[in-house]
Structure formats: C-alpha cells, structure tokens
C-alpha cells in the first residue's frame, strides 16, 4: 500500500465556486494526493453545532466533488471540526439540540462546549456521525477537542451537577466541586477523588466512541473511524486508556487509526523540535502500537510561507517515518473557504518527496520492535504520582519523557516503551524519569533495577526514598536543594576529559533542582561528577554509577518540563562514557541532534538529521556486531529515489561511513 497524503480541505459550502473545485483537482494531480479530509464546520466558517439541515448543507456541497475525485482515483473523507467543540466563540448551543455544556473546575459554565457525558450530547454526536457517514467516506475522524482539556477559556472539565452526582455516588458522600477539586489535586498519597475522576473520564470517552463506531458502520460498514490526538501527558489527566479508547473506536475488522500531533504549527528550529517530537508523536505511537495506521497531522497555521518554508515542511513530512507512519494529514491551506493557493507551490513539493516516503515504507519503522535504550512511560501515571502544592492541574501532568528527548538527541539508539503492571523487563537499557516508579509495588520496582542497566532522574529517586527503598541505590542521606539560592553553580567531572575538555563544566543555574545524595561507606558507587559552587567549593555528588549498572543524575525537570541545562556535549560525552563503561551501547559520535533508531533484527537503521548542520560522514559506536560490512542507503535524490551500497569501516567499536548526511536529511541503511 502507498503512502497516504490525505489533504484537509475547507469549502465554504455557501461561497464555493466550481473554479476553486478545479483548483482543487488541480493539485491533487499535482501533488499525488490520494485522499481528501473535508472540513465540516470548521474555524473561521464554525457557528457552534449544527442541525441535521445545516449539517446537509455541508454534506450536500462536498458529494458532487466526491464524485469527481473518486473518477480520479482519489478517495473523500471527512473531518468534522468538531465533537465537543473546542472553544466557546461567542456562539451558544441551539436549545433544539438537547445540549447541556460543561462545567471546569472552577465553575465556570461554558457556552457552547458540550458536557461528555450528557445523554444530550451522546445522541447528537452519535446522530450526526451517522448523518456524516451517509456520504460512506473513506475515513470519518474525530477531532482532538474529544478531551477535557483545552478548551478555551475554561480549565479543566467536568464538573457540571451531572457530574458532581456522578463523583458523589462512587464517592459515597456529598462534597461540594471545590472541596472535591481541592482533593482530587491534594499534595500526598492520591485521593479516592482522584480516581473517580480519572476513571469517570476514561470510561465516558470510551463509552462514546462506542455509541459512535455503532452509529457510522450501521449506516456506512466500510468506513474506518479515525482519532485526532493532543499531547499524551495530558491525555493522562483525563485517564485516556490508549488501546481500549482505539477500540472502541474501531470496531470489528477496522484498523486502528491515529493522526499523532506534529508539535510544530509554525516552524521552530529543528533541534527544538527534535524534541516535542518524542515527547508528543513518539509517545502517542509507542501507546498505540505498531498495528496502528498513523496518518500525523503536519499544519502550518495560519497558513502561508511566512509561518513555514517548504524546506521544513518536507522535513516533517519524511521525519513522520520515524513512528511508522503510512501516510500524513496536510493542513497546508487555511479554512475560511479560499482554497487552493497554487503560487505556495506545495503541489511541487509533495510531488518530489512522495517517491521516497513510498520507499520508505517497504521497511516500515515499528517502534515496539526496535533496538536501543528504552524509555519507560505509563498512561496511569496520573493516578499514582504526587503533587507538590495541589494548586495547578497541571501538577497532574506525568513527566516521563526527559530521557527521551535528551537521549535520541545526543544520538544515542531509543524508542519509547509504555509499561503497565508487572513489567518483567530483563537485559535491557532503560532510562526512568519523574514518578513513573509510584505505579508499580516495591518488589516489581526491585526487579526491574536488578535485572537491567537503568538511568533514572531526581524524581524517581526521590520515589524510591518515598518508599524506604534507599538500599537500592546505597544511599545514606539525601536532601533537596532549590536552583538559584546561592548553593550549587555548576557540575563538573573531575578527572574526566570531553570534546577535549579536561574536568568538564556544566551549568546547575536553570530551574532544575538538585537532589543531593551521599552514599553508605565501601558502597560500590563510581562518582563521575560533583557539584560545586559559584566559589569552587565542592558540595556533594552528581552523577554516579551505582553497582555497575545503574546510572544517576539527580536533578529534577523545570516546572515547565524541560531539562535545558542538560543538553550539552559535555552531559552528552559523559553519559557515553558512563555506558560505555557498563555495557556497548549504540550511538552516534560527533553528530549532534541526528537520531539514530536500529530495527531488533539488525538489519534496518534510520538516521534523522534534525539540525541545520550537514555531516561529511557517519561514525556509529556499536552496541553489537553488524549483520554485515556493507550496507544499502536509501536517500532521497530530488524526484528520485537513490540505492547505493557503501563499505563500513569499523575501528576500536566505531563504524564509519563515507557519506554525507544533508541537513534536515533523514537516510535509511538496508543490511
């Protein structure tokens, strides 16, 4: 199957003209589109939900284009803009339609935003997704305001009297929505609030992609029903069970089917989002699974060369192989109804790459069958982890993914491996950070530090303190130390030698808190780097391997999740020294910000360039042995797809390959 480019596409079903119709024909030819999304009542064009008649309206405007298209070969799906909807507007919910609104956590009513559980809303959306498949499109998605969060200006939902029932039930008393907020956020052991909170919103979501799966395949059997997703740590807040939700979804002998958020509407330095890509699209597809059909959402708003060059948006589009991907969703027009705006030259553009993101797929990347560090993450999180204050929903956030930014950025092999209860994991490499750990009881914890080589952060420390787990890690005293109040200044690894730099400097002035650890005497702890003050005066360890084969860096995330001040060659030269000396370990050396991603049978290798710098050749400090010295290189050449076998030169566990790697180039090596 080729790779799928599926266009979002907005008419304004009032305005349209057939020229913008063969304008649309146009570049679909053009740019070697295969499917087209129509927008229902989207953005600018959206006046809250509609009735049957408006919404035949719209269906009545896009079928004489389905037509034309499938005459073309070129299948029509639809992407209704809204399900809850995703802000209020000014707009309110016709009386017509039996809609009651949500209610956020701090009272306030929204007027046009629908409640998830109201019996109301349940029908409407079920009704009106079955109106939808009427056209018996493609794929029928769901967009990503199907989520209590987000949803301007309000907070977090539901909290309308509905619900306040619903949580006073399972809760087995009367509490008012304050005091149940203030106690389903409270700093300390989770509360039941909590959990009838994250449970309720679970269960409702599923509940309702059932009632709609029911409502399309009894009017439209062949359609696939599709899922629009936000950032995973935020699904986490409202209890999202990935698998169970896709389910539902799907119903019986359909596909799961995704569109990942590409976290970059406008275009940011590439590193930058070398980044978000793993904390976002990575995660979401690790959750998923390999079986699922991703279609990642590339949108460049508010739509025009000014917010994105093509340049980035054919290194989007490439890089979304890196999940698996087997086609893409392009938002490149915007959706007032002006159409196709052919001077962008996207047509051109999509044309040129489509022969390689084909290529790409004969060796489709599986993230669940990949080499490399693993980075452990786990959608319950928010029901085990602790606040710090109980002020901010936002504490409720999981802050699983610092390794996996970091690590895939220094070039090291990872992907992202989502573990529930019971995770016997053995002879891995596994990196853990924040409060992952809280999810499992402690012998399950025991195992997996025992049984595998493990990095772990300040957070996750402070978890197996929490849990009188010190011995673990032979540590005698521990205690917290604030950024910026005059103690630490720096780290530095005394006796150790980075991008020939002797003892090593790296800053502790970002807002990233030390946690300072000392150890029990003759313990088997290797001390690689201290702390120091502004005045060189040594405070306390920093980063240490532990028994052979577990590795510490005590510090914890900003408040806003970042690790800034670790993305450093001097942290990067280090934590290969560190694995080096435990284990071989796959990495890249001297190419920063390129990932590296290793297929479990050897045989496939992607390398990604997410930096405006080119690499004159690849050096690959390898963690096995090849399955052979020469391999095959895929790479885009213009239109052209180029296959040229190249001789690897390994030397001292460093592979080396005499060939370039562009910037913004992603390759693929064939064994």
């Known amino acids: 199957m080729p790779y799928t480019y599926a266009l979002r596409y907005m008419l304004d079903p009032r305005t349209n003209t057939p020229e913008k119709d063969e304008k649309l024909l146009d570049f679909v030819k053009k740019g070697k589109i295969d499917d087209v999304a129509f927008f229902i009542n989207g953005e600018e064009l959206n006046h809250s939900h509609l009735t049957e008649q408006e919404t035949q309206l719209w269906l009545d405007a896009i079928k004489p284009l389905q037509k034309k298209l499938s005459k073309i070969g070129v299948t029509t799906s639809l992407n209704p803009w809204t399900t809850i909807m995703h802000s209020d507007r000014g707009y309110e919910v016709n009386p017509e339609l039996g809609i009651n609104t949500f209610v956020d956590l701090d009272g306030h009513k929204s007027q046009d935003m629908a409640c998830p559980a109201d019996p109301g809303w349940r029908k409407y959306i079920s009704t009106i997704y079955a109106q939808y498949a009427s056209l018996h499109p493609r794929r029928l998605w769901l967009e990503d305001d199907f989520r209590h969060f987000n949803h301007s200006p309000l907070k977090l939902m539901c909290f309308c009297d509905y619900h306040m029932q619903i949580y006073q039930e399972k809760l087995g008393k009367n509490e008012s929505r304050s005091e149940f907020v203030k106690q389903m956020l409270k700093p300390g052991k989770p509360t039941a609030e909590r959990k009838i909170y994250l449970d309720q919103a679970r269960k409702e979501m599923i509940e309702t992609e059932h009632l709609i799966e029911q409502a399309v395949h009894k009017v439209s059997p062949e359609t696939d029903l599709a899922q629009m997703t936000s950032a995973p740590n935020w699904h986490a807040l409202e209890g999202r069970d990935w698998n169970n939700l896709f389910a539902a979804q799907a119903g019986l002998n359909h596909p799961k089917v995704a569109r990942p958020h590409l976290p970059a509407y406008n275009e940011v330095a590439p590193l930058q989002y070398s980044r978000t890509f793993e904390e976002y699209t990575r995660v979401t597809a690790a959750y998923l699974g390999s079986d699922t059909e991703f279609y990642p959402e590339l949108e460049s708003y508010m739509y025009s060369p000014f917010v994105k060059s093509l340049n980035f948006t054919k290194f989007q589009i490439i890089t979304a192989a890196l999940i698996g991907s087997k086609g893409i969703m392009l938002n490149l027009f915007d959706m007032m109804g002006n159409g196709i705006n052919s001077t962008w030259s996207y047509a051109e553009v999509l044309a040129e790459i489509k022969p390689f993101v084909n290529q790409l797929l004969d060796h489709r990347l599986q993230m669940d069958h990949l080499n490399g560090i693993k980075i452990l993450v786990n959608q319950d999180s928010s029901y085990t982890l602790q606040t710090a204050t109980g002020k901010e929903t936002k504490e409720l956030l999981p802050q699983e993914t610092s390794w996996a930014s970091l690590l895939s950025s220094f070039g090291f092999a990872t992907t992202i491996l989502p573990v529930k209860q019971n995770p016997k994991i053995k002879n891995q490499i596994l990196a853990i950070s924040g409060q992952l750990l809280r999810n499992y009881p402690n012998d399950e914890i025991s195992d997996l530090l025992k049984n595998s080589v493990v990095l772990l952060d300040a957070q996750s420390i402070q978890v197996l303190l929490d849990r009188n787990l010190s011995h673990l890690l032979h540590i005698k005293k521990a205690s917290w130390h604030q950024s910026r109040t005059g103690y630490q200044a720096f780290e530095q690894a005394d006796n150790h030698t980075v991008n020939e730099v002797k003892n090593p400097r790296i800053t502790m002035l970002q807002k990233e808190n030390y946690l300072k650890l000392t ?18 005066d040594e405070l306390g360890n920093v980063m240490t391997v532990i028994d052979h084969h577990i590795i510490v860096l005590p510090l914890e995330q900003d408040p806003n999740g970042d690790w800034k001040s670790q993305f450093t060659s001097y942290k990067q030269g280090l934590l290969q020294q560190m694995l080096d000396s435990i284990q071989p370990t ?32 690849i050096n690959w400090h390898l963690g096995a042995r090849l ?5 095959l290189i895929i790479r885009q050449n213009g239109t052209m797809v180029t296959k040229k076998e190249v001789k690897i030169y390994i030397k001292a566990d460093i592979a080396t390959i005499n060939t370039e790697l562009k910037p913004l180039e992603t390759i693929q090596l064939i064994f």
């Open 519 to 536: 150890y029990e005497e003759n313990a088997d702890v290797k001390v690689w780097s201290k702390a120091y003050s502004s005045t060189d």
């Open 627 to 631: 399955p052979k010295t020469r391999a």
């Open 586 to 617: 796959d990495y890249l050396v001297n190419m920063p910000n390129v990932k590296l991603n290793i297929a479990d049978n050897g045989k496939t290798v992607w390398l990604a360039n997410f930096s405006s710098d080119g690499y004159h050749q």
